[in-house]
């Protein structure tokens, strides 16, 4: 670059120690990084000034965005989700926001009482709401990101204090319905993809992590989480279907993240409530030498890596809110160490590749 106040690309890189990559996400992904002063041929190029106290302001401390997603439902998605989200606050002390996307609500359920998931939702305070406002653009929007996230939540005693959630409602189930066919008529003012991604700006410098709990679709809910996702996380029962739904995930992954130009890599498979049993052996082999069905085949996709750490089959508990569940350790019984040890696999994978 002739012009020492002018920066591309590859400076930017350099001024903040991290790879052209990094920067061309945060171009993309933060509506606060500056604007480009020129679009040149050989590319855009930025004011030095404006770009340093970005860098000194965000610190290189990126927030890891992950989606936890399997389209086979009860296969132990949320459970992981929320225990990670958990683990990630209580034991590795890190600011967490727990988005669930779930009409479902079961993780909202299982991180609040349902006293205050209907009061929430009551007064708007749901990601349902956010979508609401988006379908009625001549009403006053009522979301308010600040109200709608619950602070210090877990159903152990007393919550966690690093741990927030921004709730899911019932209410989705229609309103999802209701976008997908304003976004097939071309109806909408606005990218309908981009929703979640808007609402959360004001508050992503705050996470360390956040962790998005998935419906077990590709729908409009799922694609949004996707949209703000630096990663992925696939929970997956051992079994038959399993071998079919994983490939699927993955190839639609990415041709999602193909048609958004931005990259979401797998960080790898859970294997969930694995029994001592010869198909669930037989599959985790596959997984572990990434032979899984079509991911072997010739011009496959390759298989995501399978985390070291396995969730067994547990005599299931209550999820729900239980006074007396004092630890992490208590809640999540003989599964505690192999989520434990997930949560520290997801860590030392996200950190390590932050620049
Ligand atoms: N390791 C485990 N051992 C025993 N039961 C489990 C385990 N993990 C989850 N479960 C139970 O399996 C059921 C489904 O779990 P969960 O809700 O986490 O799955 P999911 O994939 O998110 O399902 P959904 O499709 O409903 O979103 C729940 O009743 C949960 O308590
Ligand atoms: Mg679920």
């Not at 590319?43 to 340093?52: C, L, M, N, Y």
């Not at 089959?313 to 160490?337: H, M």
Request: one cysteine or more; charged letters at 20%; hydrophobic letters at 40%.
């Amino acid at each position: 670059m002739s012009n020492d106040n002018l920066l591309g690309i590859a400076e930017i890189a350099d001024l903040a120690g991290v790879s052209k990559q990094a920067v061309s996400n945060w171009c993309m992904r933060y509506d606060h990084f500056p604007r480009p002063i020129q679009n040149l041929q050989s590319g855009s190029v930025w004011d030095r000034e404006k770009i340093a106290a970005w860098v000194r302001s965000f610190n290189g401390e990126e927030t890891h965005v992950l989606s936890f997603i399997n389209f086979n439902g009860g296969v132990g998605t949320t459970t992981t989700a929320v225990a990670v989200a958990e683990m990630l606050a209580q034991d590795e002390r890190k600011h967490i926001l727990l988005i669930d996307l779930d009409p479902q609500t079961n993780a909202t359920a299982s991180l609040i009482s349902e006293d205050q998931r209907a009061e929430m939702d009551r007064n708007g305070r749901t990601i349902a709401q956010l979508f609401e406002d988006r379908l009625n653009p001549h009403n006053a929007p009522k979301f308010d990101i600040e109200k709608a996230i619950a602070h210090q939540v877990s159903t152990i005693k007393d919550g966690i204090a690093r741990l927030d959630l921004l709730p899911s409602s019932i209410r989705l189930i229609e309103l999802e319905y209701r976008i997908s066919m304003i976004e097939r008529s071309g109806n909408f003012t606005a990218n309908p993809l981009d929703i979640l991604r808007a609402a959360i700006q004001p508050v992503i410098d705050r996470y360390d992590y956040i962790i998005i709990d998935c419906p077990p679709s590709l729908g409009t809910m799922t694609k949004n989480g996707l949209r703000i996702s630096t990663g992925y996380v696939i929970p997956a029962t051992p079994n038959l279907v399993a071998t079919l739904g994983i490939y699927l995930i993955v190839d639609n992954v990415e041709r999602f993240a193909q048609d958004i130009g931005l990259p979401i890599p797998p960080l790898g498979i859970v294997a969930t409530k694995v029994q001592a049993n010869n198909l669930h052996r037989q599959v985790i082999a596959d997984l572990t030498t990434k032979r899984l069905g079509r991911f072997s085949e010739p011009g496959g996709l390759p298989q995501p890596s399978l985390f070291g750490n396995k969730i067994p089959q547990v005599v299931a508990r209550s999820a729900n809110v239980d006074a007396d569940i004092c630890t992490l350790k208590e809640k999540y019984g003989v599964a505690y160490d192999a989520l434990h040890g997930l949560t520290l696999e997801i860590r030392q994978l996200c950190e390590k590749k932050k620049h």
